[in-house]
């Protein structure tokens, strides 16, 4: 049972252009959220992350929106840049240190 | 700052081998600690995590196992590696507080022949 589910597996977006990642969720107990970043061969990155107390976090280009009552989640990229090209995965956690992670996006910022 | 090591990057073992992968934390005390797989186009799956010394729990059933001899040290293992023991390994820690984002280290690519 995926409780955290990616369902692109890829995106294409221009360079200035926003880069929009989504997410949905099925627990309702999930109370925190996060973005990765991971380049091949090297390990997830922190981008950003938001509380269920909140709808959005705003963190330079980087902004997570976050839709409870539809269980949806999103990260937006603006502008977007090349080296913005890499997998995204987002993860949720329910009062708890252990964190369920989405299958990944992979973005790829062309100029 | 805190800085998380993993090694080696890369391993390649044979079936039926050993295996031992380290991890230690630096710059910190007390973390939690994360052992995570990602399997070829798929997410990250939890193996194990562990709150403190000689505490470890087991996610999932597998061939793998874990300790933490060092507060500071997470060490992944298994007596025989299997083919689908392959795979993408990666350490983490966290605060132990709530709501604190894991740090990954660089990980090992493990390829079992």
């Known amino acids: 049972d995926q409780q955290v589910k990616q369902n692109s597996p890829s995106l294409s977006v221009q360079e200035g252009r926003i880069s929009i990642l989504n997410c949905d969720y099925t627990?309702?107990?999930?109370?925190?959220f996060l973005w990765y970043k991971k380049y091949p061969a090297e390990g997830p990155t922190f981008l950003i992350s938001i509380s269920s107390i909140k709808d959005k976090n705003e963190d330079g280009r980087f902004t997570v929106f976050l839709n409870k009552s539809a269980k949806h989640l999103s990260l937006h990229i603006v502008p977007s840049q090349p080296g913005d090209s890499a997998v995204y995965f987002c993860?949720?956690?329910?009062?708890?240190?252990?964190?369920?992670f989405g299958t990944g996006t992979r973005l790829q910022v062309f100029p | 700052s805190q800085t998380i090591h993993q090694w080696p990057a890369t391993l390649v073992q044979p079936v039926g081998s050993p295996l031992s992968l380290e991890c230690t934390v630096e710059?910190?005390?007390?973390?939690?600690l994360y052992w995570y797989r990602q399997a070829a186009g798929r997410g990250l799956q939890l193996l194990f995590y562990?709150?403190?010394?000689?505490?470890i729990s087991s996610e999932v059933p597998q061939n793998l196992s874990a300790s933490r001899p060092q507060d500071r040290q997470f060490i992944l293992s298994s007596k025989k590696l299997l083919l689908s023991d392959s795979g993408f390994y990666l350490c983490?820690?966290?605060?132990?507080?709530?709501?604190?984002?894991?740090?990954f280290g660089d990980g090992t690519r493990l390829s079992i022949l």
């Open positions: 993860a949720a956690s329910a009062n708890t240190d252990k964190l369920i």
């Open positions: 562990s709150v403190g010394i000689g505490q």
């Open positions: 627990n309702s107990m999930f109370d925190y």
């Open positions: 983490a820690w966290n605060r132990d507080r709530l709501n604190q984002p894991q740090h």
């Open positions: 710059g910190t005390s007390n973390p939690n």
